[in-house]
Nanobody, 126 residues
Framework: QVHFVESGGGLAQPGGSLRLSCIAS????????IGWFRQAPGKEREGISG????????YYADSVKGRFTISRDNALNTVYLQMNSLKPEDTAVYYC???????????????????WGQGTQVTVSS
């Protein structure tokens, strides 16, 4: 069974930081562009960041640009999301997924992604 396992979520204060990890299970993520998504209660799932497999280029949604950094370690079969300057509006369940249609991400099209994990909860509150 192929999927991701996300971890690293928790409670952070506004302005704080968290680092999320996403480990691929049942497949090697070397060949896939990987994306991070989040879903807040009552809202649609939002693609916030992606990293390409072809050239390592990255994509960030405007809502997280300048605050979040995505990276990958193919040897560890893991993708990371460093989240700094957290805001209450960053509160959501965070997921990662593999893009099955493209190796280079220039925008986040949810229907192109699969191998979803269970997600990890991030709560930003004082």
């Amino acid at each position: 069974q192929v999927h991701f396992v996300e971890s690293g979520g928790g409670l952070a204060q506004p302005g704080g930081s968290l680092r999320l990890s996403c480990i691929a299970s049942g497949f090697r993520l070397n060949y896939y562009a990987i994306g991070w998504f989040r879903q807040a209660p009552g809202k649609e799932r939002e693609g916030i960041s992606g990293i390409s497999s072809s050239d390592g280029s990255t994509y960030y949604a405007d809502s997280v640009k300048g605050r979040f950094t995505i990276s990958r370690d193919n040897a560890l079969n893991t993708v990371y999301l460093q989240m700094n300057s957290l805001k209450p509006e960053d509160t959501a369940v965070y997921y990662c997924a593999a893009n099955l249609m493209r190796t280079r991400i220039t925008e986040m099209r949810t229907h192109e992604f699969d191998y979803w994990g269970q997600g990890t909860q991030v709560t930003v509150s004082s």
